[in-house]
């Protein structure tokens, strides 16, 4: 059975071509007072970003069985794809050195921390 597949249309904010070629016809305490490309980029990225930070946290959590499982079910104990999950948060962390806000990187570095401490205090059975 196939699944029809539609994917939206991406939106393309493109004011930052004005602010760097000058021709936005807005004053210059406008331009001082509106955000940067920069800043408007961070303002966009951080909220998925931070929902596939804390996605990642939730599915480990649940590998490492912190998380009660649904009513009738056991939790789920899986402490290969628990550490997997932590390599990946840290591969993030080595990769968005330097190019993240300071919550989004406050954040994965807690995150990570957190979770490595979970996975090393893990009772072994």
């Not at 994917?7 to 071509?17: A, G, I, L, P, R």
């Not at 004005?18 to 800043?39: M, R, V, W, Y």
């Not at 840290?90 to 921390?113: D, V, W, Y």
Request: overall charge negative.
């Amino acid at each position: 059975m196939e699944k029809d597949v539609k994917f939206t249309q991406k939106k393309v904010d493109e004011s930052w071509k004005d602010s760097i070629q000058g021709k936005s016809g807005t004053s210059n305490a406008e331009k001082a007072s509106s955000p940067t490309p920069t800043q408007s980029r961070e303002k966009r990225s951080s909220d998925p970003f931070i929902q596939l930070m804390t996605s990642l946290g939730v599915q480990c959590l649940m590998f490492l069985g912190e998380l009660p499982p649904e009513e009738g079910k056991k939790p789920i104990l899986n402490l290969a794809a628990a550490k997997e999950t932590i390599d990946l948060l840290m591969a993030l962390e080595e990769k968005t050195k330097g190019n993240l806000s300071k919550n989004e990187e406050t954040l994965l570095n807690q995150l990570t921390a957190d979770l490595q401490m979970k996975f090393v205090n893990h009772p072994a059975d």
